[in-house]
């Protein structure tokens, strides 16, 4: 995988267009796997497979639903203050 990932990096893909965007690849031996190229922040890639990235999703899910619990409530409290 070390030399999958020098391969990607050396493609520079924000360059070609793919920062910040999650692509799904296929490995030699038909694997699938997810790169991310995040060049502003880490500038690095994140490589996962499948079972990482649903992993990542579940915790995108669990996060959005705490996000929005937070904003119901702070909702409710302004509205009790009134």
Known sequence: MHGLLENLWGT?????GFAHKLIRRRSGD????????????????HVGSESAYATYKTLVKEQDEAMALQEEREHENVQGDK
């Open 12 to 16: 520079a893909w924000w360059a070609q």
């Open 30 to 45: 038909g694997k699938a796997y997810y790169v991310y190229a995040d060049p502003n922040y880490c500038q690095c890639m």
